[in-house]
């Protein structure tokens, strides 16, 4: 068979030349935007491009829809603030997406996904300085009806006082948010549950949580301003940066989003260190945000008055 050899014009395969340079640059600029954005996601900082409409000294303005409000890690849940449940909340049951250093009660215990992976994270790093793997999550995200029952089932059982001391009345449980656990100790051997009292080895959730964005959110020496008794058991995700700073300066949730709204966008803004990084936080009342024109940063809505945004300095 007879085949033809047609050769390109020199000018030609200069043309294509260029252009298979310039499509590798653009590729290379690509991966680059990418692995900047994933680098960014892993540190929870992620850029939000909606709605944006004005410059300001180095900052853009961005309208949050009020619905946003109730959205983020420091949504504030408490007796004065209810959680308005959004239509849509993405939740995961935990047993799905656990590691093996801890268990959970049963498949219908759900929380936010990424809120998973960081327990994950700290249940690994108890599991590795203690050698024990028994705490056992045994709630999570809870439902108006969820509550509804436990609050009932509480007065029944317990009286007014004991509930209105330690189940929040329906709409107002920070459980509502996924954001939210109840942990206990599960002994394999027996079958046997026990309270999660903090004591001995788990002490080290009260010096270590933080490290991977918890806070115990119910405290003896804090009830007056949660609103609720001692509960060892319960723990918050806020997010590492935010729970660096609480738990240096004991502060719980309420008196942190109290201190952050005298740390407003167009005052002096709350610097946090952690690790070699440097992060500014403030508050932003209403829906009229104001975030870095560049760089990373995570806008949270506080549930009652604004959106409180962390930039990475
Ligand atoms: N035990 C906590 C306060 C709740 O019921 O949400
Ligand atoms: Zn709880």
Not at 201 to 228: C, I, Q
Not at 259 to 283: A, M, N, Q, V, W
Request: glycine residues 8%.
């Amino acid at each position: 068979m007879m085949t033809t050899h047609i050769k390109r014009p020199a000018k030609r395969r200069g043309h294509k030349a260029l252009v298979n340079i310039l499509l590798l640059l653009a590729l290379g600029v690509i991966s680059v935007l990418i692995y900047k954005q994933i680098l960014a996601d892993a540190a929870g900082l992620t850029s939000e491009k909606e709605g944006v409409s004005a410059d300001e000294d180095g900052f853009k303005l961005i309208k949050m829809d009020k619905e946003k409000l109730t959205q983020g890690e420091l949504a504030l849940v408490n007796k004065e603030h209810p959680y308005d449940f959004p239509e849509h909340r993405e939740l995961a049951a935990i047993f799905d997406q656990k590691n093996d250093s801890y268990f959970v009660r049963d498949k219908n215990v759900r929380l936010d996904p990424d809120v998973i992976d960081h327990m994950n994270d700290l249940m690994e790093a108890f599991c590795k300085e203690t050698g024990v793997g028994d705490v056992n999550v045994v709630s999570g995200y809870r439902t108006y009806e969820d509550q509804q029952k436990l609050y009932d089932d509480s007065l029944t059982e317990k009286g007014r006082d004991y509930t209105d001391e330690y189940v929040a009345p329906p709409g107002f449980s920070e459980h509502h948010s996924g954001l939210a656990v109840d942990l206990s100790i599960y002994h394999i051997q027996t079958g046997k549950s026990e309270e999660f009292d903090g004591k001995g080895k788990y002490g080290w959730f009260y010096e270590n949580a933080w490290k991977y964005g918890f806070v115990l959110r119910y405290d003896a020496n804090k009830s007056k301003v949660t609103g609720f008794g001692d509960e060892p058991w319960h723990f918050r995700y806020v997010g590492e940066v935010h729970a660096s700073y609480m738990k240096e300066h004991d502060l719980c949730l309420e008196e942190y989003i109290n201190l952050l709204r005298e740390h407003p966008y167009d005052g002096e803004h709350l610097k946090i260190s952690l690790g070699k990084k440097t992060y500014e936080t403030y508050f932003c009342k209403g829906t009229d945000v104001r975030v870095p024109k560049d760089g990373h940063y995570a806008i949270s809505g506080n549930n009652a008055d604004g959106f409180i945004v962390t930039a990475e300095m």
